[in-house]
């Protein structure tokens, strides 16, 4: 028996492989009965942030060390060198554990295959494995104050100066920043090129002088997010991942995995819903029952899409779904959960101070994090029409400017 009670007929090889996998997670992972479903990630206390973050960190630790981490990864950086199925098998296990590698499971998801096809064989093998066990815990370092959607407006300035270059300049929104070792950065090494072609996709440890970290505030009082500041600080040479100039192919790769990675849908909410419905008494009630229905159906049709993108972009080829539509299916879906969650528990369940309080207030505002981050729907659905309905491009008139001609605010 499979996931969601599908019935398939498995392999032998297949069978043992999953026996396998289930002996690994009875040893080592929480199972889902000893995880508060109401549990939220929003801490306003940094120690408990951290503390969170850490036990990410070595959830991860563990797959890697029993040779679970990056399952369909080359073996030669620390990977176990497996099919795509093996990577279905073993998802479909874990979802009946509640142990997770939260935030560095995101940046493993972007840097991993970027890496993979543009870093050199040096980097490959400097900073693969490490990534893979999150002894170095990466931040991306993408944002600016004037370069968001415009990514390729980004005014953060990398100058050769030696065997190293001499970084100036601002991020924003850099998640966990504040926890991470290293960060993977865009910056301008060409102001006078058309601005998609004067970028430089780096490896950063975020150590290095002259890297200031600020976290931001948010209104919940929680500071995921943060501001980091550049001013002269040295990257090496060795630390700059494909050609000089030729950066925005790897940031592309990593936009691409994010998307996929946001997409691909967590844990079950519908069936948190379902016991939210009970809590209060709603599960009898025909529109309830329609809204809990259609949160499933949503849930399923993600997890479908997600697998499919997740295969294409492993093997590198094309996706007959591309990871923006899954992401701004997703994003809606939040947004209908969020406000299904408030359907059924009303008044008490937006301002109850009680965990289950909390967690229909995280359902309900949480909705903006997977429809700004990664790329807000807006953009993903112009992408989608250009890219899939054969629309015209939107006005885009500095295309071929220099970018120091570009009008910047
Ligand atoms: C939870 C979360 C985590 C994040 N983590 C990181 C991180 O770790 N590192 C990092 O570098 N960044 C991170 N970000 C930043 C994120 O990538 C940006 O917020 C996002 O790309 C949007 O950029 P912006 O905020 O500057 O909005 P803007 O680009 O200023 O957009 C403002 C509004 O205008 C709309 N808009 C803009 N252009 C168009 C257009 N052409 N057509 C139609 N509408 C348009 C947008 O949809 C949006 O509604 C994170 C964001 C969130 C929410």
Redesign the pocket.
Known sequence: MSEQGQTEVESPDRRAFRVEVRSFLDAHAEPLAEVDPWAVSDFPDDAEAEAYFSRGRAWQATLADHGWAGITWPAEYGGRGGDAWMGRVFAEEAARFGSHSGFVSATIAMLGPTLLAWGSEAQKQRFIPPLLRADEAW???????G?????AGLATRAVLDGDSFVVDGQ???????QFCDWGFLLARTDLDAPKHQGISFFLMDMSTPGVEVRPLVQANGST??NEVFLTGARIPVEQLVGDLHGGWGAARMVLANEAAFIGRGGGSTAHRLVELARMFRRQDDPVVRQGLADAFIREQIIRLLGRRIRAALRQDGPSVVDPALTKVFAAESKARNGQLATAISGAAGVVGPDPVGRWVQAELINR????????????Q??NLAERWLGLPR?PWSDKDLPWRDVPRS
């Open positions: 931040c991306q370092l993408f944002s600016e104050p370069a968001g959607s415009d990514l991020k924003v929104w850099s998640s966990c920043a995921h997010f903006f994090t997977i429809s700004i981050g990664g790329g807000t729907t807006e953009v659905k112009n939107e």
